[in-house]
């Protein structure tokens, strides 16, 4: 099922024939100042409602998470580090922030379950729900391993960043990447986002930032690599990302065929209800 | 102030542990961010535990009006198939409620997805509900409004339309498992394919519960269904808490807990009441809906259970590091070979 080619090229795997190349995000945390300007041009950009302005206790995070109406997310993380000299100076804070995405899976489990089509995926091998068709059946919500997609209550369908499709088809930077002042958040083709992240966390680590790890970056992971992957610098569930998600599809052949075996004992349970005595 | 993110165990969880002081297992340790939920819980509501359950009972019920008309029991049949009819279109009532665009439910039909048992079990129920609509019918042919040549062909499509049903059952009262399981929810994922078991005795009880309010003559079938399938049932929701590992605990927290108190209890004095009651009508009766109730209840409580296990974010971390760790260990011990 997770063949190379599709791995690689998920585009041509749902049937594109002729389709310009995988394009994807590198987020490098390394590089997040959390200025957020990333969520507010992705809601001007798409449109995206106002979802709730509360002060959420959690450092300069009042976003919470990724929604139906918030495509963007920047996290805030404060910790302690400890002083270099055990006998000198005060611990010293860190601070890590990361800019949250949809992944854009390679196996998209919100697409795989989507019962009426409206999830698809584009000719740039991302994920886009088309609003025409959803019915807002909610299935996709569970389905995300990483709890990106949401049904919007108000409107009954589900959202998610649709890596600005309309503007990858004018040739244009999405809106958060356009806007981010310090390159943490990059567009471009996977295949160059690779490399270029994978010389990144090498450059991190001679400067000793030990931390410093690709997430989403490897096609042989449980989604088959993300559309939209991360420099990360502590573990993935630091950020409140599952640290090994696995598309839930992946398991669906077994699944239904152990539901034939259920399926079979329903019926010769009935068989022999009905084989017995008279009364 | 500046240490992020460590897991509180929430209030339920610290107050049980002080109830019990021989506990060993302490509370698995795991980092989050500041304790929020990584997948998220689906939307839907009780329409979506109720449409399981209904469309369990009319799987079972086409079952049963099956096995009737072969072994003559008319009474049992033809309750049987009205049963079937109610219970299908209450349970696509449920499920287009539960949308949040009811009026684009069509949507549904533009594709087949082998990868989406939704999209299978939508065309399921399309082909299933109109089989256990003439089937129904046939049984009302001779009052129904219409012209003799239209009632006799109404009749004689009845039992047809019945095997047709019957033929669908085993799929339609299943396939809601597979809808569960194929999620990214912690406690569905994991239960995986034992969820289907336990769908697929729970469609039995309710079909044989609906099935003890038959004549007594007739609902022999119904009685020794009842007994199995309770056994069945609480077996396989046995299977079930076991196979879902940790996430296993919130088949027995909070909501999902009382729901599956309930069913249980419903269950096991539904199938013991069936033994007992061959004699009464209204015996059996009362033993058929503590069946059918105790079937819902289980609906419910594996609903809320996968609902629970979403919202903390413990089910989803945990047992993913210690698949990571044992991928580590697996990878360490192929290492000295070189």
Not at chain 1, 231 to 243: A, F, Q
Not at chain 2, 302 to 324: C, H, L, N
Request: with cysteine; proline share 7%.
């Amino acid at each position: 099922m997770a063949g190379q080619h599709e791995a690689n090229d998920p585009a041509a795997a749902s049937g594109w024939l002729d389709h310009p190349p995988r394009m994807g995000f590198l987020t490098d945390t390394s590089l997040c100042i959390g200025c957020k300007a990333c969520e507010v041009a992705c809601k001007q950009w798409n449109s995206v409602p106002e979802d709730g302005l509360s002060m959420l206790g959690s450092s300069y995070d009042n976003t919470g998470g990724l929604g139906a109406s918030t495509w963007r997310h920047v996290a805030f993380i404060e910790q302690t580090v400890p002083a270099p000299d055990p006998g000198g100076g005060a611990d010293g804070l860190r601070w890590l922030m990361s800019s949250d995405v949809c992944k854009h899976c390679t196996h998209a489990g919100c697409l795989d379950v989507c019962p009426t089509g409206a999830l698809f995926r584009t000719e740039f091998g991302t994920v886009v729900v088309q609003q025409d068709i959803c019915n807002g059946c909610g299935y996709c919500v569970p389905a995300c391993p990483f709890g990106v997609i949401d049904r919007r209550e108000e409107d009954g369908r589900a959202w998610k960043c649709t890596l600005c499709y309309d503007r990858l088809q004018h040739d244009q930077t999405p809106a958060c990447a356009q806007v981010c002042p310090t390159q943490s958040i990059q567009f471009g083709p996977l295949d160059e986002l690779r490399e270029r992240a994978a010389d990144r966390v090498e450059e991190l680590h001679e400067r000793g930032e030990a931390g410093a790890r690709l997430y989403g970056a490897d096609p042989g992971d449980g989604v088959g690599g993300a559309g939209a992957f991360f420099l990360l610098l502590d573990e993935p569930e630091v950020y409140g990302l599952p640290p090994d998600p696995v598309v839930p599809t992946r398991d669906v052949v077994a699944l239904w065929r152990q539901t034939a075996g259920a399926a079979l004992m329903f019926a010769a349970s009935a068989v022999v209800a009905f084989a017995g005595r008279r009364r | 102030m500046t240490e992020p993110a460590q897991h509180r165990p929430p209030e339920r969880q610290r107050r049980r542990r002080r109830s019990d002081p021989n506990a060993v297992v302490p509370d698995a340790e795991f980092t989050s961010y500041y304790g929020r939920p990584i997948v998220k819980a689906s939307p839907w509501k009780a329409d979506i535990p109720a449409y399981f359950f209904l469309g369990g009972l009319a799987a079972g019920s086409s079952a049963f009006a099956a096995g009737a008309a072969v072994t003559g029991r008319p009474a049992l049949r033809r309750l049987s198939r009205l049963s079937a009819l109610g219970a299908i279109s209450a349970s696509a009532f449920a499920l287009i409620h539960d949308l949040g665009r009811p009026e684009r439910f069509y949507m549904m039909l533009r594709v087949a997805k082998p990868t989406s048992p939704m999209s299978m079990g939508t065309w399921l129920v399309t082909a299933y509900a109109p089989c256990a609509g003439l089937a129904a019918a046939g049984e009302f042919a001779s009052v129904l409004p219409l012209p003799d040549p239209m009632k006799r062909l109404l009749a004689s499509l009845a039992n047809p339309a019945g095997w047709a049903a019957a033929a669908l059952a085993p799929a339609l009262a299943t396939y809601t498992g597979v809808l569960l399981a194929d999620t990214a929810t912690p406690t569905w994922k994991e239960a995986g394919g034992t969820i289907t078991a336990a769908f697929a005795a729970g469609a039995l009880a309710s079909g044989a519960g609906m099935g003890l309010f038959a004549p007594l003559e007739e609902s022999g079938p119904a009685r020794r269904l009842a007994i199995a399938s309770t056994a069945g049932e609480v077996g396989a929701v046995f299977r079930m808490e076991k196979a879902a590992g940790l996430a296993g605990e919130t088949f027995t927290d909070g909501r999902a807990g009382k729901f599956g108190r309930a069913a249980e209890v419903l269950l096991v004095s539904g199938g013991i009441l069936a033994a007992v009651t061959r004699r009464t009508r209204i015996g059996s009766a009362i033993a058929g809906t503590a069946l059918m109730a105790g079937a819902c209840c289980e609906r419910f409580a594996i609903f809320e259970a996968g609902q629970a296990s979403a919202r903390d974010p413990k089910y989803t971390v945990v047992p993913q590091r210690e698949r990571m760790n044992q991928r580590e260990r697996l990878t360490d011990a192929e290492r000295p070979a070189q």
